[in-house]
Structures are given as C-alpha cells and as structure tokens.
C-alpha cells in the first residue's frame, strides 16, 4: 500500500517517511534511510522523519550522525 502510494504521489514526504520507518522497523535500515533522506529533501523540518533517521543512525552504530 505504501508502495502504490509513492507512485501515485512520488512527492509525498508522508509516504516516503512511513515507507523509512517501515523499512527499520523491520531490519532494513539502508533502505529505511534512503526513504527517509528523500522524506527530508523535500519537508527538512519533518520531525517524523528526523526522529526515524536518528534512531536509524544510532542502530547502525553512527552516534555522531544521529545527534
């Protein structure tokens, strides 16, 4: 579902956020954090996703890039 809705909106920053915290959630942190990278090109200030990038940083062991 998510999926279906980067292609039908592939400028969505929600769509591409819960599509990152999905993707974490579930193990995949590169790829989380690609979606979440794309979340924040387009909305910066997107707590969501600032929060999901941090918490990605930190369980890949990259402190420095979390805080």
């Given amino acids: 579902m998510l999926k279906k809705a980067i292609?039908?909106?592939p400028?969505?920053?929600q769509a591409h956020?819960?599509?990152g915290l999905l993707?974490?959630?579930t193990g995949k942190l590169d790829r989380?954090?690609?979606f979440l990278e794309k979340a924040l090109e387009m909305a910066p200030?997107?707590?969501d996703a600032l929060e999901g990038l941090g918490y990605a940083y930190m369980k890949?062991?990259?402190f420095g890039k979390a805080s």
Avoid: D, P, R, W
Wanted: charged content about 20%; aromatic content about 4%; proline content about 0%.
């Fill in 45 to 47: 200030k997107n707590v």
């Fill in 17 to 19: 956020c819960n599509m």
């Fill in 23 to 25: 993707f974490i959630k």
């Fill in 60 to 62: 890949k062991g990259l």
């Fill in 7 to 9: 292609e039908c909106g």
């Fill in 32 to 34: 989380g954090i690609a």
């Fill in 11 to 13: 400028q969505s920053t």
